[in-house]
Each structure stands twice: as structure tokens, then as C-alpha cells.
């Protein structure tokens, strides 16, 4: 076990925070946990410099097949092993310390920040439910991860009751409640599997339950409360209301969500024994309150300014901004007082599949002949794609796209829609395709922008965050699109190091997130400007995309809810006579 060091901080010239342990500088460590790894960040508090860094892969990933001893899961099923995360923290911590060359005793505080919503049943002391006895072959004893869509019948009884009793808190997140969030998953146990819904003391957030794995200490933020727990105006939904979707649910909210919610940038303990042991950390240093990967990345892109939003691209986006006042944005995720930094509403908005529709079509799209050519190169396939679909003028592929290959998050909020692609012709070749992929995206963020600004709501500067922004062809294509300016965050982490300036704050580096944004912060301003004549074409093409949009999504034609229907049934069947062969 490490001791204790005291520590000494004093304002530097530029507000900066200068400390020292032992006449060195001070560090803190923010751990991002993404969809399928986990990456540490060792940063430096006084000028947020990032000096080490390490990345480790889940063993278990994503879970959407099958699980060991259950056999083949349904469609739209996503899960975790929550030992994955625990594990992660043993191997990147370590690692990104002795990249960065720092003296673990030098560290002052931890914070993490997790996908979401990610949200798994435990006992009172925090044991996940699959990690029980005789458990681990229970589909629902497992965390379920924010793509995991399957409790979609769930979420339209939710809204249904919602609007049917007038429940004042439905128009805070767009009118619909997703099926990622955490009162879908939690009926959908209560439906299927009424055991484990019993059997869970708690209903905890993957970014609530880590930080429990920290500290040793149960706690609930504010942003996954807000965002993912319909957690408003100091409540949850009313017994009535959760009665009415099903007397046995009357007492979820009480009986296994219910806790003070804390602010974020809060500490929510020292650092165990036992987690000090594990990660190589000192014992006792400040652990920063939990908070979810896109909403702790806007104080790392800079100034907390209201109006700038921050689009975290990776496998899906997120798309954070902070506003003065409260308005209703049709299709939005949420508004969240405090949700993103305190004194201000947080609003989150989103697509589901973003990074994810490229790796898809990448690996299921590109004829051979290309993978080989990149091979000759030596250079990733995705960039080769990327290069041959730059090559090309707006509007030459003669296609239109819709990005819900996994649903659509916003402005629709239904996970029952699916991809399309018009104009396709036996000249069509891959990198047109991959193209419509790239700009159809694209327009799913201008309309999200557009429905901001129409509700009241402007947005002001647009920042670009996450793996995609090392795509200069796909960031030239948002810029056109949207018509803006794109300012680019100036760390290729950048949860790790929002959830690294939160840590300095726990630790009380500096007084608030805001403050410690200014210094530790990093953005590289509209590093793409849009071209003119681009644009133009793209506003042509826009105009399709959203007409498209509207006739698919808004009911003029239902087929994409009757081929999910059609595959469902031939699934279900094919399922049954496996059963009876065996």
C-alpha cells in the first residue's frame, strides 16, 4: 500500500493550479470506458498536458450473439461482463503510468466516465447479479449496454402511459422515452425474467457502479439520473405513474434507484485498499463522481460556453450543448439541469449509428479488390475508402442515404427503423456507397442542428470530438453540410480528459469544471470551413434526405416496421426448430 503525501497547491499566473508532491508536478487520471475497451489518461493538473495513455480491449466485448450456457440470444440484444471493467482498470492504470514515466505517489485524484445508458442489476453491496451462483447463463443478470435495443416494446408502453396521463416530464426529453435508457431495460427484466428483477436490491448505471468499485461508496450523478433515469425537478417518475405501467413496477424508483444525486465534479470518496491495489494508485486519493463518456468531453474542448455544441463522434455521436434557459427540442435525449456543468441546461441529442454504419459497410460492403489495394499501400481500408470517396463532387454518386442501420436516436426516437439507400445502379461502385454513408450522417446532424435552433435553442459554435475527427475527408463533409465552421478538440481522448479535469476538481485543484475547462482544456478552432459551392449542392441534397426522413419515419410508410415484424417471426421460428431438433 502506498502513503499518503500531503499535498500543496497554489493559482498560478493564468488561474492554473501549480502543485507539488516531493517538488514534483501533480497528476490525475481520467478512464474512459467505451463500448469495447477501456483507456486511461495521465494528465497534468497545472496545464492539462496528457502524458501517458493505454488502451485495453474487453475480453468479453459485446455480447449479442450468444451467451455461455444460454445459447444464441435474441435480435437487438446487447450485453457486458461487468468483469471486463474491473479488469480494464488493473491494466490501464498501471500502464498509462509508467507510459507517462509518473510516480503513481504524485497522483491526486481519479475520475472515469462510462458509456450510456449501460445499466445493470446488483445487490445491495453492489454484486452484479451475473456474477452470482447459477446466474451467469441469465440473459437479465447481465448489464445491458446502451445499444442493446430490445426493450423497444417497453419504451412505447412508457410513452404511451406518459402521455396518457399527461406526465409533464415526457416533453424534457423530446416526447419519447428511448429504449437504451434505464426504465425500458428495467420492465423488460420484470417482464422476462421476474426473478431477477426481484432478486436486484439495485438498478445502478455502469458509470455509478464503477466508481462504487473505487470508492466503496454507492452514488448516483446527476448526468445519468437526468438523462438516462427521467430523474426531473428532484424526482422520479410517481408510484401512480409506474403503477400504471405495471403494479409490480410501482416501487422501482423507490426501492432501487433512489439516492441523493450528486453534482458533477463532486468527490465521491477516496480511493479503497482494495482498489489501490488494483490499479497501483495511492490509497485515499479523491474519487471524482461518475458521469457518462459525451457529456464529461464538452469542459475537455475548452471554455463551458452555452451554444457550443459538442459532437462526439465514434461509434455513435452524441451531440452535448449547454444552454441559459429551459425549452422542449422535439426528439431530443434530455435536459438536464446541471447536466453537463452546474448553473446551466444541459442538452443531449444523438444518432445511434454513426462510426458503427462504417465499420459495417467496410466489412460487408467492400468488394476484395480494394482491401488488397489498401494492403499494397499499407494504409487501413477505412482511409482508402475515405480518400476514394473524397475524390468525388456532392452529388455525383447519385445517391441518398438514411443513417438508421441502428435506429434512429434523434429526432425520432425509434430503434423500429432501419437503413436505406436510393439511387443504387449497376455503376454504383463502393466508395459511392461509403460516400451516402458519410453524408447521410452528416445530415442527421444538420437536421438535429436545425431542430435546435427552431426550438429556441441556437447553436453557436460546433466542435467536433472522438475517433472520427482523424477522418479529414469526413469532417470536410460535416462542414459542407451543416454549413459551419468545425473547431476540433484538441485531444484524441477526450473523455479520458474531460474525466481527467473532473478529477482535478474532485480533488480540489480548482474550485469548478468551468474553471479547470479553461486551463486544462484544449480545441483547435474551425480547423474546416465549408466551401460555398459544396454546400449548395449539399443543401439540394439535404432536401431529399429529409423527405426521405419524414416518409419513413413519420409514418407515410411503415415498411420498415413490417420487415422488422417479417424477420422477428422468421427468427422466433428458426429458434423453435432448433429447440425441437435438440
Known sequence: MLALTKVSA????????????GGGDLYVVGVDFGTLSARALVVRVSDGSEVGTAVSEYRHGVIDRSLAGHGELPPDWALQDPADYTAALGVVIPAAL?????????VIGIATDFTASTCMPVLADGTPLCQLPGLAARPHAYPKLWKHHA???????????????????????GGKISSEWQFAKALQVLDEDAEMYRRADRWIEAADWIIWQLCGTETRNACTAGYKGIYQDGSYPSREYLAALDPRFAGFADGKLAHPISPLGGRAGGLTPAAAALTGLPEGIAVAIGNVDAHV????AGPVAPGKMVAIMGTSTCHVMNGTALAEVPGMCGVVDGGIVAGLWGYEAGQSGV??????????GVPGEFA???RRRGVPLPQLLDEQAAAQPPGANGLIALDWENGNRSVLVDVGLSGAIVGLTLATTAPEIYRALLEATAFGTRLIIETFKASGVPVTELVVAGGLTKSAPIMQVYADVTRQPLSVIGSAQGPALGSAIHAAVAAGAYPDVPAAAQVMGRIETDVYRPDAARADVYDELYAEYARLHDYFGRGANQVM?????????????????AGEAR
Request: net charge positive; proline share 4%.
Open 561 to 577: 416496421y413490417r420487415l422488422r415484424a417479417i424477420r422477428d417471426r422468421a427468427v422466433a421460428g428458426r429458434a423453435g426448430s
Open 297 to 300: 468531453t464538452v469542459p475537455a
Open 372 to 374: 488488397e489495394q489498401a
Open 98 to 106: 509508467r507510459e507517462a514515466g509518473v510516480d503513481p505517489g504524485q
Open 355 to 364: 462510426g458503427d454504419i462504417f465499420a459495417w459497410f467496410t466489412a460487408n
Open 10 to 21: 497554489v493559482a498560478g499566473s493564468r488561474g492554473e493550479v501549480r502543485g507539488s508532491v
Open 151 to 173: 426493450a423497444q416494446p417497453h419504451a412505447d408502453r412508457i410513452n404511451a402511459v406518459a402521455h396518457e396521463r399527461g406526465e409533464k416530464w415526457i416533453n424534457r426529453y
